[in-house]
DNA sequence: TTGACAGTTGAATATGTGTTCATATATACT
DNA sequence: AGTATATATGAACACATATTCAACTGTCAA
């Protein structure tokens, strides 16, 4: 009676290669969070800022004129990069200066881009 | 009275840079792909599946198996997967045998590690 | 051909999430 | 002080999505 059958619905094909791949998984943890990080990427608005942001140090009203959209809005999602460590903020009078506080963002992209080119 | 005005719910603040940075964004197509791409990687379930497929060709039983879960819903991410083009399979009897479709996985998987590592 | 098993798929449900709206806070200006 | 502006934020709504369940296809073997 293998342990499998507690853990899953179906009965192990190729229990060498399955023994071997759960031993080399990491921990949950570090799945979460990495799922975290391309979550937070995996958003049209989201990774439209970033692309900005990439360009030049925006407020809050450059990034709503930039993508067209409402100032709530990309504070909402701001407030979502801020707390992802993705960008950082500095306060100027009334204004808000967002840039980027990853240096692997413009990596990422650019795997991104070329996955895309690649599927064309 | 600007354009501006009809797009948005405020005043541009830096009228400059905004207009350089709308000239620099790549068209709504591109970022509805790369935001897709990301997205993809945005789940724990599927980002496992792609580590696991990293390592080793696998069918839908031994992915389940080394995952914990059950054959229907890693089907239904594989699905996802292979929709998005980022793993194939081939049939083999019975069995479905997945592997890896785009050799960017790892790189960015990499990069992905470095963002958590960074912010740990 | 019948049964067992690998895998797929559609429907349903539960949960997550992006935007909007209304409101609050903070700063600058008169 | 009072007003206007820049930004933040909580609640609500609409929509997307991950898993489960049940039913189905296709393949192998007896």
Redesign the pocket.
Same mark, same amino acid.
């Given at each position: 009676m293998s342990k499998n059958e507690f853990i899953c619905d179906?009965?192990?094909?190729h229990q060498d290669i399955v023994n071997k791949t759960i031993k080399n998984m990491p921990d949950a943890d570090i799945f979460n969070k990495l799922a975290?990080f391309f979550?937070i990427l995996?958003? !049209?608005? $989201?990774s439209k800022i970033l692309f900005a942001l990439d360009q030049n140090e925006m407020? @809050?009203?450059?990034i709503?004129n930039v993508l067209g959209?409402?100032?709530?809005?990309?504070?909402?999602?701001?407030? !979502?990069l $801020?707390r992802s460590g993705i960008v950082k903020?500095r306060?100027?009078?009334?204004? @808000?200066?967002?840039t980027l506080d990853d240096n692997h963002i413009k990596e990422v992209f650019e795997i991104g881009m070329e996955h895309i080119e690649h599927k064309k």
């Amino acid at each position: 009676m293998s342990k499998n059958e507690f853990i899953c619905d179906c009965n192990v094909i190729h229990q060498d290669i399955v023994n071997k791949t759960i031993k080399n998984m990491p921990d949950a943890d570090i799945f979460n969070k990495l799922a975290e990080f391309f979550k937070i990427l995996g958003d !049209t608005t $989201r990774s439209k800022i970033l692309f900005a942001l990439d360009q030049n140090e925006m407020c @809050v009203c450059d990034i709503a004129n930039v993508l067209g959209m409402s100032k709530s809005s990309i504070s909402h999602q701001l407030g !979502t990069l $801020r707390r992802s460590g993705i960008v950082k903020c500095r306060k100027s009078g009334k204004e @808000v200066f967002y840039t980027l506080d990853d240096n692997h963002i413009k990596e990422v992209f650019e795997i991104g881009m070329e996955h895309i080119e690649h599927k064309k």
